[in-house]
């Protein structure tokens, strides 16, 4: 079973558009991290944000902001007034208490063009 | 600020042949991972590694790979034999303890086998 879904494959916007890129999670655990990590084309693996399953506050770093609800087990990321910058991959990701949090499972990411 | 460091940034080797990827860890961190993502599709975990030992692996792991910290800096991960299915971003990471307080990761070797 998929236990991180990306549902959104690709997404283009135009620049200054405000785009969500949405995040579903499956896990039998009560504690839990999240996280989103953006991969821009040249290819590393840049972190995002951590969340951990106690803490549904909403979050804001500047023109970023995430949606944790546990009710629908998602957590969705936003971008507001998206930039050309903000093109890359963007991966949603699991971390469990039953694997010691030793893993990270990814969804198969989401990728964002921004046009000018 | 502290990086992971990944040498070299990509390896062009033929089918058959033994690779080694080299990766240094922050050097307060504890755990050590490895990671691949084969072209376009999406990062799967590959192994955990503390106090010198496994930790956890997954069925990708299997007997060709295998991983060492042969020294106090580096750790590595070794293909013995590659097979063109093993072309792929190997990423490695490392933690300063376990995952729940994050993960940083290097920006990647790219193994191409031919």
């Known amino acids: 079973a998929q236990k991180v879904t990306q549902a959104q494959t690709e997404i283009s916007v135009v620049e200054k558009e405000d785009v969500t890129l949405d995040c579903v999670y499956e896990?039998?655990?009560?504690?839990?991290?999240l996280f989103w990590y953006k991969q821009p084309p040249s290819g590393e693996l840049v972190f995002l944000i951590r969340?951990?399953?106690?803490?549904?506050q909403n979050e804001i770093s500047g023109r970023y902001s995430w949606n944790f609800q546990k009710s629908t087990s998602s957590f969705n990321f936003t971008i507001t007034a998206s930039q050309v910058v903000d093109s890359a991959v963007y991966f949603c990701?699991?971390?469990?208490?039953?694997?010691?949090?030793?893993?990270?499972?990814f969804g198969k990411g989401t990728m964002l063009l921004v046009s000018p | 600020e502290p990086e992971v460091t990944q040498t070299p940034s990509h390896q062009v080797t033929q089918m058959g042949q033994e690779v080694i990827l080299r990766c240094v860890p922050i050097?307060?961190?504890?755990?050590f991972y490895w990671y691949r993502q084969i072209l376009g599709q999406k990062v799967e975990f590959l192994v955990s590694?503390?106090?010198?030992?496994?930790?956890?692996k997954s069925e990708i792991f299997d007997d060709q790979f295998s991983v060492e910290r042969p020294d106090g800096s580096n750790f590595t991960l070794k293909i013995r034999s590659t097979k063109l299915e093993d072309s792929a971003m190997y990423f490695c990471?490392?933690?300063?303890?376990?995952?729940?307080?994050?993960?940083?990761f290097g920006s990647g070797t790219r193994l191409t086998v031919v």
């Open positions: 590694f503390y106090n010198n030992e496994i930790s956890e």
């Open positions: 896990t039998r655990d009560t504690t839990y991290y």
């Open positions: 969340r951990n399953s106690f803490d549904e």
């Open positions: 050097s307060n961190h504890l755990y």
């Open positions: 990701a699991l971390s469990e208490a039953w694997s010691g949090y030793s893993t990270l499972t």
């Open positions: 990471a490392s933690s300063v303890g376990q995952g729940i307080y994050g993960y940083t």
